[in-house]
């Protein structure tokens, strides 16, 4: 297919080069041009504005950081709504509003352009590899038709529902993990606290029911206190605030994940906000006095 | 080997029963005597008391309710030190405080009396069926000693250190499983109020980096809003309390497990203490007008 991928940050790019090695023609575009140069390397052609990589493509894909950033090159004077084509399709996989992404949906659906909200979870390393979990909201027909190039980043690729379903699973997602980092932060540091051998404790948890990825994946971090990347505490924190808008406009009641935002912000003015979410675990070793 | 067993509650009476099935010679004891019936009928001797029980026998197992009445069968008038023969092991495998455990361990070390602390988890399904996770805390040679009789209750059997190791373990895993059951809570919450298809969002998470065994086998619970035992939230809550002894006799800051035990107390006082833990999700749900 003949995609254009906006976006060519550390996901993004990455991603973008899946679809080109599946074969399929890309444009690439970024705000800061010279992160074109690697796609272009490899075959990419190159866009000076998401107008210009939007023009006559058949699926335009997005990757940018913030909701404002979408709606910025998705209906901007600059963006993809002034020379997308009726039927292109325009596949937003950034981690965004979910209510802001069906009014963008409203907006480009008067020029009959179809949006999918695709948002991912797996990491760097997913989108290198292209195993993403990607969680996508929008009309069946148009999923189907975009299943050759989102089969090309990812592997468990689940359709959940209407416009917005594939953000508000996101956001489900991060609540999850909030509470499970937290839970395992908590038990670890108990654990060293108490002078215990915690790769044995670890190992006699594992297989039984307050067994999870975080715990076989993540509690190394924090017995050695040390949180390489990963995924950075600031980022969990940006899509919290995600999660805490939707909290507010449904009336959904969230301590755990209120708990857990509280202590981002505390890691954050810290200075650790580029470590790992596993980070939390810092802290409650801090209040704890095993530094 | 011979063994006394005593404390014939659901999960004793199952796990005494795996034994005799293993070929080992059982006596069984239970405050209300009653409850010895289907295991003598199964071919175990019974004993009016502790001491009676565990007169003569290699091992004396006790999974009672909690720390009192640990004490209590071990070190009382009655008890397990009047009879046991310096040698014999003592196995504690109910869920009690740590730093008894150590105490009840030095008394009858005065005897020549060895113990172990080996609380488990896997519920009444894992006893049934002598899949239990067991976390044993001791000496190695009398770990090595018991495990005959272990091995035909469990199968993850992990020697995790000194005595009170194995119930220290246990409290960790009641913090994470706390922590693990009140994130899925939340999440699960959050997606049916935003109207999502609970089902879909589980499988596109359940791959991925928020996963758990909770999201796996006790997300159905939550959605329906039913939950069948499982474990109970009271026995959790007394096992919370334990882990809050523990944490404030070293010093620990666990603001997601403290969080966790006002839920429960909420669910017990309105009259849920007996429904499997994963109610968590009831409290969230109501709080958010989803009843």
Same mark, same amino acid.
């Given at each position: 297919?003949?995609?254009?991928?906006?976006?060519?940050?550390?996901?993004?790019?990455?991603?973008?080069?899946?679809?080109?090695?599946?074969?399929?023609?890309?444009?690439?575009?970024?705000?800061?041009?010279?992160?074109?140069?690697? /796609?272009?390397?490899?075959?990419?052609?190159?866009?000076?504005?998401?107008?210009?990589? %939007?023009?006559?493509?058949?699926?335009?894909?997005?990757?940018?950081?913030?909701? #404002?950033?979408?709606?910025?090159?998705?209906?901007?004077?600059?963006?993809?709504?002034?020379?997308?084509?009726?039927?292109?399709?325009?596949? $937003?996989?950034?981690?965004?509003?979910?209510?802001?992404?069906?009014?963008?949906?409203?907006? /480009?659906?008067?020029?009959?352009?179809?949006?999918?909200?695709?948002?991912?979870?797996?990491?760097?390393?997913?989108?290198?590899?292209?195993?993403?979990?990607?969680?996508?909201?929008?009309?069946?027909?148009?999923?189907?038709?975009?299943? #050759?190039?989102?089969?090309?980043?990812?592997?468990?690729?689940?359709?959940?529902?209407?416009?917005?379903?594939?953000?508000?699973?996101?956001?489900?997602?991060?609540?999850?993990?909030?509470?499970?980092?937290?839970?395992?932060?908590?038990?670890?540091?108990?654990?060293?606290?108490?002078?215990?051998?915690? $790769?044995?404790?670890?190992?006699?948890?594992?297989?039984?029911?307050?067994?999870?990825?975080?715990?076989?994946?993540?509690?190394?971090?924090?017995?050695?206190?040390?949180?390489?990347?990963?995924?950075?505490?600031? /980022?969990?924190?940006? $899509?919290?605030?995600?999660?805490?808008?939707? %909290?507010?406009?449904?009336?959904?009641?969230?301590?755990?994940?209120?708990?857990?935002?509280?202590?981002?912000?505390?890691?954050?003015?810290?200075?650790?906000? $580029?470590?790992?979410?596993?980070?939390?675990?810092?802290?409650?070793?801090?209040?704890?006095?095993?530094?």
């Amino acid at each position: 297919m003949n995609v254009a991928f906006i976006g060519m940050g550390t996901m993004g790019a990455a991603m973008a080069l899946n679809i080109l090695k599946a074969g399929h023609e890309v444009t690439v575009h970024n705000r800061t041009r010279e992160r074109e140069e690697p /796609l272009a390397a490899a075959g990419a052609r190159r866009a000076a504005s998401p107008m210009e990589a %939007a023009e006559g493509v058949e699926i335009v894909i997005t990757c940018v950081s913030d909701t #404002p950033d979408v709606e910025a090159v998705a209906l901007g004077k600059n963006g993809i709504i002034q020379s997308a084509r009726a039927g292109a399709i325009v596949v $937003d996989m950034s981690t965004i509003s979910p209510s802001v992404t069906r009014r963008i949906a409203a907006e /480009l659906a008067t020029k009959g352009i179809p949006m999918l909200d695709a948002p991912v979870s797996g990491g760097s390393e997913g989108a290198r590899e292209g195993t993403l979990s990607i969680m996508v909201g929008g009309e069946a027909p148009v999923v189907q038709k975009a299943m #050759p190039v989102l089969s090309a980043m990812g592997k468990n690729i689940t359709h959940v529902g209407p416009t917005g379903a594939g953000q508000m699973t996101k956001a489900i997602n991060q609540v999850v993990a909030a509470g499970v980092y937290l839970a395992v932060a908590e038990g670890v540091t108990l654990g060293i606290k108490a002078g215990l051998d915690m $790769d044995k404790v670890v190992q006699a948890l594992s297989g039984g029911a307050s067994g999870s990825w975080v715990l076989n994946h993540r509690s190394g971090n924090m017995i050695r206190n040390e949180y390489p990347l990963g995924f950075r505490v600031r /980022l969990h924190r940006k $899509d919290l605030a995600i999660v805490m808008e939707a %909290a507010r406009e449904l009336g959904v009641f969230l301590p755990g994940t209120g708990l857990v935002e509280q202590i981002e912000n505390d890691l954050i003015s810290q200075g650790y906000g $580029d470590e790992d979410l596993s980070a939390v675990a810092r802290m409650i070793r801090q209040k704890s006095g095993v530094e």
